[in-house]
Structure formats: structure tokens, C-alpha cells
């Protein structure tokens, strides 16, 4: 189907253990987000990348690793889960046109619970 | 840096009732601007989005948002609430570039029957 996709949709994990969410898009867009959204803090930025292999930190970096060898997949790990990634994770794409404008088209979600 | 403060956390109206949702934004220069709606357990939804020109922009599902440069204000507003309009809106700026949207906090619509 086209479109932008995450998976897992639901992830529970444990402390120190590591996961990695994955997020895979159809357009060919060159840019690619990571958010994060908490109660009280709407979305916040982890990462993003403005094409494959070039990425770049955003507001919310710590505890997070990302990667970008193909266009079209933008994985996001966390190296060694904390309580404190408990949260609900979008991932977003944009092409070089709407890039421009900001406009971002969003995936469902992953809601990541950390034990 | 730019910000988006959305200062209703909780809005609670009547179905039939008009709708106003407010959003300031901080930010040097002309700002591109958006509200997403996200219902339960689901990913953000464009509602409209305002670049340059007319300063009042048509949404889907109704709604509407206003451009106030002066006020540095882009509130969202619809004339008739529908019980189906109960979710969370965000409003977000951005600054061109490919760079990352800024989103305000989120307000939290109930539509009472």
C-alpha cells in the first residue's frame, strides 16, 4: 500500500533493553522526521534526515540512534530503553517540494511502553 | 528560535455549537503554518495549512483558520461542532528549509451531545 507505515504499532519492552522502530514510505521523499509526543509536550523532534545517509539531530536526540542507508526506511533505535521513551512515536515524511513549506505527511504511530 | 503556545489545554463545547481554537506563534518573518487534528489512537491528520496569500484558509471536515499577523495568531475555527470533531488539535509552525515543524502542546476538544 502507499503511503508511510511504522512498525510495530504497539511495543512493549524492558529496561536497558534495546529496540528499534521502523518506519518505511512509498513517495520516494527525501526527507524523513522522528517525533516524539508526550502529554503536556506535544511533538517533539529526535531526528531527521534529509536524504539517505544524512541525518541530523533534533530537539530530543539522547538515547536514540538512527539510520538511513535506502530512501525509503528510516529506523529509529534505542540503544538502551529508559522508562523515560515511554511514548507515542510518528514518523513523518516530506518531499523536496512540501520540504520547502514544511509540510510533513505523518505515519499512524508506534506506542512504545518501557517496563 | 520559533514556538507555538496553544493556551486551552481543554475545550469542552456543544455539538451545533461554533468552534474557536486558538494558537499564537513566535517567530521572526512569515511562518508556514498548520493545524493536525488526531483522533484516538490515531497519527496526525492535515486540516489546512496557510503559506502566503489570502489570510483565511479552507480545511477539510469544515474547518477554517484565520492568518493575524499583528496578533501572530492562526486560530482554527468551525461554525458547527459534530460529535465526530472530539480529538486533539495541534497547531505547528514552521520556517522553510526542510527543517523540522514546531508544535504547540495540543488542545483536547470534548463535544458534549
Known amino acids: 500500500d502507499a503511503g508511510i507505515t511504522q512498525s510495530p504499532r504497539y511495543k512493549i519492552t524492558e529496561t536497558g533493553r534495546q529496540v528499534t522502530l521502523m518506519c518505511h514510505q512509498t513517495?520516494?521523499?527525501?526527507?524523513m522526521f522522528w517525533y516524539r509526543q508526550d502529554l503536556g509536550h506535544g511533538l517533539r523532534l529526535i531526528y531527521y534526515s534529509a536524504a539517505a545517509d544524512i541525518t541530523d539531530k533534533g530537539e530530543v536526540p539522547d538515547g536514540y540512534v538512527v539510520s538511513r542507508s535506502k530512501t525509503e526506511n528510516f529506523p529509529l533505535t534505542l540503544e538502551s530503553a529508559t522508562r523515560s521513551q515511554t511514548s507515542v512515536y510518528f514518523c513523518?515524511?516530506?518531499?523536496?517540494?512540501?520540504?520547502?513549506?514544511?509540510?510533513?505527511?505523518f505515519g499512524p504511530g508506534t506506542r512504545l511502553t518501557v517496563l | 528560535a520559533q514556538s507555538v503556545t496553544q493556551p486551552d489545554i481543554h475545550i469542552t463545547v456543544s455539538e451545533g455549537a461554533s468552534l474557536e481554537l486558538r494558537c499564537n506563534y513566535s517567530?521572526?518573518?512569515?511562518?508556514?503554518l498548520f493545524w493536525y487534528v488526531q483522533s484516538p489512537g490515531q497519527g496526525l491528520q492535515l486540516l489546512l495549512k496557510y503559506f502566503s496569500g489570502d489570510t483565511l484558509v479552507q480545511g477539510i471536515k469544515g474547518f477554517e483558520a484565520e492568518f493575524k499577523r499583528s496578533q501572530s495568531s492562526f486560530n482554527l475555527r468551525k461554525p458547527s461542532v459534530h460529535w465526530s470533531d472530539a480529538a486533539e488539535y495541534f497547531c505547528?509552525?514552521?520556517?522553510?528549509?526542510?527543517?523540522?515543524?514546531?508544535f504547540g502542546t495540543g488542545t483536547q476538544l470534548k463535544v458534549e451531545l
Open positions: 513517495w520516494s521523499h527525501s526527507y
Open positions: 513523518a515524511s516530506s518531499g523536496k517540494l512540501a520540504a520547502a513549506y514544511n509540510e510533513q505527511f
Open positions: 505547528a509552525v514552521g520556517t522553510g528549509g526542510g527543517n523540522k515543524l514546531t
Open positions: 517567530y521572526g518573518a512569515t511562518p508556514y
